[in-house]
T-cell receptor, first 112, second 109 residues
Framework: SAVISQKPSRDICQRGTSLTIQCQVD?????MFWYRQQPGQSLTLIAT?????????ESGFVIDKFPISRPNLTFSTLTVSNMSPEDSSIYLC?????????FGQGTRLTVV | AQRVTQPEKLLSVFKGAPVELKCNYS??????LFWYVQYSRQRLQLLLR??SRESIKGFTADLNKGETSFHLKKPFAQEEDSAMYYC???????????FGTGTRLTVIP
């Protein structure tokens, strides 16, 4: 299994600013994933982050808006840049161990 | 393209009654299907996966390829089953999970 500590758990931010979300895993993992859950919507994969390489973004998501770092096998960050109210969502990080996904607690972001 | 549909956003049942949470999917290949659950104030966690063919907490789910469904069932609902349930599909294991919108199950005492 894997335990992921994600922070912050929630934040209220001004439009035009950026927020960096951090995820720390209690073991070394190859892949980490970032999801977004907009109000009333399902979880949507933003990108996959492997250590030592650039993140792979899903359709509709771009690096300039959601830059991701993966400096080692236990840590990753997602930045939500130049925020607008439409970015208000829950952001989740995840990893996989033997085909089972483990999730952080989530970050509830509100942009005002 | 893949798609997971959970037609019920809310489902309420009485304690001891059977419960079925519906999930339909569309995918051209042979996906892996999962049910994830989020209890109040807890993180999202795996409940069961179709390849395991196991019963977890009394829940079972059978993959019906003909109907492209993966409904979650339990014969006798318990109050502690109240939670948000997500059906998810993966083309290749747990990577790249595609989720449905979720069903909030409330078990009435």
């Amino acid at each position: 299994s894997a335990v992921i500590s994600q922070k912050p758990s929630r934040d209220i931010c001004q439009r035009g600013t950026s927020l960096t979300i951090q995820c720390q895993v209690d073991s070394q993992v190859t892949m980490m994933f970032w999801y977004r859950q907009q109000p009333g919507q399902s979880l949507t994969l933003i990108a996959t982050a492997n250590q030592g390489s650039e993140a792979t973004y899903e359709s509709g998501f771009v690096i300039d808006k959601f830059p991701i770092s993966r400096p080692n096998l236990t840590f990753s960050t997602l930045t939500v840049s130049n925020m607008s109210p439409e970015d208000s969502s829950i952001y989740l990080c995840s990893t996989e161990v033997y085909t089972e996904a483990f999730f952080g607690q989530g970050t509830r972001l509100t942009v005002v | 393209a893949q798609r997971v549909t959970q037609p019920e956003k809310l489902l309420s049942v009485f304690k001891g009654a059977p419960v079925e949470l519906k999930c339909n999917y569309s995918y051209s290949g042979s996906p892996e299907l999962f049910w994830y659950v989020q209890y109040s104030r807890q993180r999202l966690q795996l409940l069961l996966r179709h390849i395991s063919r196991e019963s977890i907490k009394g829940f079972t789910a059978d993959l019906n390829k003909g109907e492209t469904s993966f409904h979650l069932k339990k014969p006798f609902a318990q109050e502690e089953d109240s939670a948000m349930y997500y059906c998810a599909l993966s083309p290749n294991g747990a990577n790249n999970l595609f989720f449905g919108t979720g069903t909030r199950l409330t078990v009435i005492p």
